[in-house]
């Protein structure tokens, strides 16, 4: 699709709707990998090193969903979305009223989906490849966390006192490690399109700094 980055010849980026979150629509891989016309360097670079912005994975689309579903925990907020891939997170906080929202990736092609997903949704938002968190401003972060650079982006800012939501299909025990966050909510979803990953990833459980969770 026009303006958007190359991902390689036969692989289609068309709008897609998520399944648990049919308000929003994403520029996405569609399911069928052109296997039978990819050189087999091509499609093994592909899988080795997929464009993470082409796909909408479970903790993302987990976390959009729970943002949708609980609006008071962005509305008004300046919100950063780390590691924001397709940008699916902070799209769901601009349509839940959220002041601002800052996409954040080192990604270029991804801040590029980024701005093509709010256009295609109506929101607007900002986007940056580092991330200089301020004091009041609500980090959101989905499947990060099991990296080591998304994990201690996220730990520092809550331990400096600042406000999280988390999104994990990989790590279950960050509300043992951490008192801070409280489990608010669980859902059951698959990466889009479909990477035929293990069935124990689509089990994503949300976490929140304890306020969060709860309605003023």
């Known amino acids: 699709m026009d303006g958007l980055p190359f991902v390689l010849d036969g692989v289609r980026i068309e709008p897609r709707k998520l399944p648990q979150v049919p308000e929003i629509s994403l520029l996405l891989m569609q399911d069928e990998y052109p296997e039978q016309n990819l050189q087999q360097t091509d499609y093994q670079r592909l899988m080795e090193a997929p464009p993470y912005w082409a796909f909408c994975w479970g903790g993302g689309q987990a976390l959009a969903r729970w943002i949708l579903d609980n609006p008071h925990a962005v509305r008004g907020r300046r919100v950063v979305d780390f590691g924001a891939g397709s940008g699916v997170a902070g799209i769901a906080a601009a349509m839940a009223g959220a002041a601002h929202v800052l996409c954040v990736d080192t990604d270029g092609d991804a801040l590029i989906a ?32 099991y990296e080591d650079k998304g994990y201690s982006g996220v730990i520092g800012h809550m331990i400096s006192g600042g406000e999280v939501i988390v999104a994990e299909s990989r790590l279950r025990n960050l509300a043992e490690r951490f008192p801070q966050l409280q489990l608010v909510g669980q859902s059951q979803v698959r990466t889009l399109p479909d990477l035929d990953e293990s069935e124990n990833y689509d089990l994503v459980h949300i976490f929140c700094s304890h306020h969060q969770g709860k309605k003023p």
């Open 114 to 145: 980024c701005d093509r997903n709010a256009q295609l949704n109506g929101v607007e938002l900002e986007t940056a490849t580092t991330m200089s968190l301020h004091q009041g401003e609500l980090l959101l972060a989905a499947d990060v966390c």
